[in-house]
């Protein structure tokens, strides 16, 4: 049964990048928004992406996350050059926003459905893959040649499935591969508290891991290795936010810069 679900899932997502490369998409390097003096904020609400605090399309309530992003982030606004790597993006919207927000910037992109896809550029390299799959992560890196010329990524936002599973696989994966003083970012990661259906292990949510690493209290995970435990427990700094909803939670983990 698992190898039949593993071929529809193939041939699903083949299916779904074949479809990707004829979809119209909006080119945001042509783009004649003026970005000067704006916020990300701005930028989240012209591309439509519900990190704003508002949503364009409906003018509904969004997150709220802007003005935790630029907290954090607006350092990087003067590197010459940043990479950026977010696990599930959607529209590309949130992508876009951060191109333009960060000048020197290129964003890789990971998502199971690129169909949603509906902006492109020069610097937004988007792949349709499982981003909890170690297979298909693996062979990313290496067709982006990874290992010998990024090495590293200064940002990393898990904007995902929302699935404990799939959150706890991905940072026990990529936290490796953050810069010193880059951030690791979970977005809506307390929905496995939240939403039974998302809770779909045994082991630590990711709120009760980062409560576990700010009291000093040893813990174990079965998706969690000591190692990444330890890179936790020494080398982070942990910040916890709630944007506009019941159900918005935020947290950037910051790997700290050794001097």
Same mark, same amino acid.
């Given at each position: 049964?698992?190898?039949?679900?593993?071929?529809?899932?193939?041939?699903?997502?083949?299916?779904?990048?074949? $479809?990707?490369?004829?979809?119209?998409?909006?080119?945001?390097?042509?783009?004649?928004?003026?970005?000067?003096?704006?916020? $990300?904020?701005?930028?989240?609400?012209?591309?439509?992406?519900?990190?704003?605090?508002?949503?364009?399309?409906?003018?509904?309530?969004?997150?709220?996350?802007?003005?935790?992003?630029?907290?954090?982030?607006?350092?990087?606004?003067?590197? +010459?050059?940043?990479?950026?790597?977010?696990?599930?993006?959607?529209?590309?919207?949130?992508?876009?926003?951060?191109?333009?927000?960060?000048?020197?910037?290129?964003?890789?992109?990971?998502?199971?459905?690129?169909?949603?896809?509906?902006?492109?550029?020069?610097?937004?390299?988007?792949?349709?893959?499982?981003?909890?799959?170690?297979?298909?992560?693996?062979?990313?890196?290496?067709?982006? +040649?990874?290992?010998?010329?990024?090495? +590293?990524?200064?940002?990393?936002?898990?904007?995902?499935?929302?699935?404990?599973?799939?959150?706890?696989?991905?940072?026990?994966?990529?936290?490796?591969?953050?810069?010193?003083?880059?951030?690791?970012?979970?977005?809506?990661?307390?929905?496995?508290?939240?939403?039974?259906?998302?809770?779909?292990?045994?082991?630590?949510?990711?709120?009760?891991?980062?409560?576990?690493?700010?009291?000093?209290?040893?813990?174990?995970?079965?998706?969690?290795?000591?190692?990444?435990?330890?890179?936790?427990?020494?080398?982070?700094?942990?910040?916890?936010?709630?944007?506009?909803?019941?159900?918005?939670?935020?947290?950037?983990?910051?790997?700290?810069?050794?001097?």
């Amino acid at each position: 049964m698992n190898i039949i679900q593993d071929k529809l899932n193939f041939f699903s997502l083949f299916k779904r990048n074949f $479809l990707y490369r004829f979809k119209k998409k909006t080119n945001i390097d042509l783009d004649d928004v003026n970005v000067n003096g704006k916020t $990300l904020d701005d930028l989240f609400y012209y591309y439509g992406t519900d990190k704003a605090n508002y949503i364009k399309s409906n003018n509904r309530i969004g997150h709220g996350f802007s003005k935790f992003y630029e907290t954090h982030l607006s350092k990087f606004k003067k590197k +010459n050059k940043i990479t950026i790597l977010e696990l599930g993006s959607y529209s590309g919207a949130s992508a876009s926003a951060f191109l333009k927000y960060f000048p020197n910037s290129e964003i890789y992109c990971l998502d199971i459905n690129l169909l949603n896809i509906k902006y492109c550029s020069k610097k937004m390299h988007v792949f349709g893959i499982n981003s909890s799959d170690p297979k298909s992560i693996n062979k990313f890196l290496t067709n982006i +040649n990874f290992y010998e010329k990024i090495k +590293n990524f200064d940002i990393i936002i898990d904007d995902g499935s929302h699935i404990q599973s799939d959150q706890l696989l991905n940072l026990n994966f990529f936290y490796k591969f953050i810069n010193e003083g880059g951030f690791y970012i979970i977005e809506d990661y307390k929905f496995p508290k939240y939403f039974k259906h998302l809770n779909d292990v045994n082991d630590l949510r990711i709120d009760e891991l980062i409560k576990k690493i700010i009291d000093k209290d040893y813990f174990s995970s079965k998706f969690i290795s000591k190692i990444t435990i330890d890179d936790l427990n020494n080398n982070t700094n942990i910040f916890e936010y709630k944007g506009n909803g019941k159900h918005s939670d935020i947290v950037f983990f910051e790997k700290k810069a050794i001097s």
